[in-house]
């Protein structure tokens, strides 16, 4: 770029002399560029926080080990993603597993409506729950 070219809007510019300098923006821009760019992300940031709080709707604390436990009758969580496994019902704790190699992370569940059993998350892969306790 050369200095009697045209200049540019945003970002870095040649200065007579041959060095590079930022282009000063004003107050009133760099708040707009922060609403649209970081405000969003704060807000889904804090979303996601308040989701996994205790408490919350859907969010259990602790592991398995704590808060559930063999006969626990349990149904679909908010991270389920299990297609129709469970026949659309409740189902009920048969065994604390491991998921992928985390200790307590996983439940084994037997289905009411199909007879069917696997292994689902409980506060696994970075706090999901693909099922909710009913007791």
Do not use: I
């Not at 807000?43 to 205790?54: Q, S, T, Y």
């Not at 006969?71 to 299990?82: A, I, K, N, Y």
């Amino acid at each position: 770029p050369t200095a009697s070219g045209p200049t540019p809007t945003m970002g870095p510019r040649l200065c007579p002399g041959g060095r590079w300098r930022p282009l000063r923006r004003s107050a009133a821009l760099r708040w707009q560029m922060a609403n649209r760019l970081l405000l969003p992300l704060l807000l889904v940031a804090a979303m996601v926080v308040a989701c996994r709080l205790p408490g919350a709707t859907g969010a259990q604390e602790g592991d398995a080990a704590t808060h559930v436990r063999v006969g626990s009758r349990v149904r679909r969580g908010p991270d389920w993603v299990w297609f129709h496994q469970d026949g659309g019902g409740p189902g009920t704790v048969v065994e604390l597993v491991p998921w992928k190699q985390e200790p307590g992370a996983g439940l084994r569940v037997r289905w009411d409506r199909t007879g069917d059993w696997n292994v689902y998350r409980w506060n696994a892969e970075d706090g999901k729950f693909d099922l909710e306790l009913l007791d």
